[in-house]
């Protein structure tokens, strides 16, 4: 049951060159995105998130984009950095009866920033 | 900067054995979750724990799992009876408010089931 999908399992970019990380997810009824970092041996780190209802957020060198018409959302990371390299995470969440405590990952994209 | 902290880093168990895994979540943080990894796959959601009490769970977390916070500091997952299909990287999280993007995780604890 994949409802969050990230179809490139890696991507490698030039130090200084913008990456962009995409997912689709298929769930209409996920209103919050996140994007997680990971390094080796660590746990996740939030990175950005959007909420439905914008279609673009902007945090330094990182911008998520929102195409809800189309469920896709991507990560942008402009200039990329060899300290970029590590797992991204796409993710999702629905309101519950509760909140927003579930989350569900897509499978991850391995980013590396070659200098 | 405070950080959330698992125990141990590393359990190799039986099949058919309990595990208890260990975690110190922030200190200040009220909400707190479980999530694992199995190799090469996603980062799934578990359960989570608010008030002494689960408030939401996976289709994952069935009987043989079950959390608590047995004092002040510590969030514990222990799994009754272990199966192979166990073996995972167990994340748990802790969040001061109840939204996504302020959970923040430990570095995990990989189990391997014999």
């Known amino acids: 049951d994949q409802q969050v999908k990230q179809n490139s399992p890696s991507l490698s970019v030039q130090e200084g060159r913008i990456s962009i990380l995409n997912c689709d997810y298929t769930?209409?009824?996920?209103?919050?995105f996140l994007w997680y970092k990971k390094y080796p041996a660590e746990g996740p780190t939030f990175l950005i998130s959007?909420?439905?209802?914008?279609d673009k957020n902007e945090d330094g060198r990182f911008t998520v984009f929102l195409n809800k018409s189309a469920k896709h959302l991507s990560l942008h990371i402009v200039p990329s950095q060899p300290g970029d390299s590590a797992v991204y995470f796409c993710?999702?969440?629905?309101?519950?009866?509760?909140?927003?405590?579930?989350?569900?990952f897509g499978p991850g994209t391995s980013l590396s920033v070659i200098p | 900067e405070p950080e959330v902290t698992q125990t141990p880093s590393h359990q190799v168990t039986q099949m058919g054995q309990e595990v208890i895994l260990r975690c110190v979540p922030i200190?200040?943080?009220?909400?707190f979750y479980w999530y694992r990894q199995i190799l090469g796959q996603k980062v799934e959601f578990l359960v989570s724990f608010y008030n002494n009490e689960i408030s939401e769970k996976s289709e994952i977390f069935d009987d043989q799992f079950s959390v608590e916070r047995p004092d002040g500091s510590n969030f514990t997952l222990k799994i009754r009876s272990t199966k192979l299909e166990d073996s995972a990287m167990y994340f748990c999280a802790s969040a001061l408010w109840r939204s996504t993007d302020t959970q923040y995780f430990g570095p995990g604890t990989r189990l391997t089931v014999l």
């Open positions: 959007i909420s439905s209802i914008k």
């Open positions: 769930n209409s009824m996920f209103d919050y």
């Open positions: 993710a999702a969440s629905a309101p519950s009866k509760t909140s927003y405590d579930k989350v569900i």
């Open positions: 200190s200040n943080h009220l909400y």
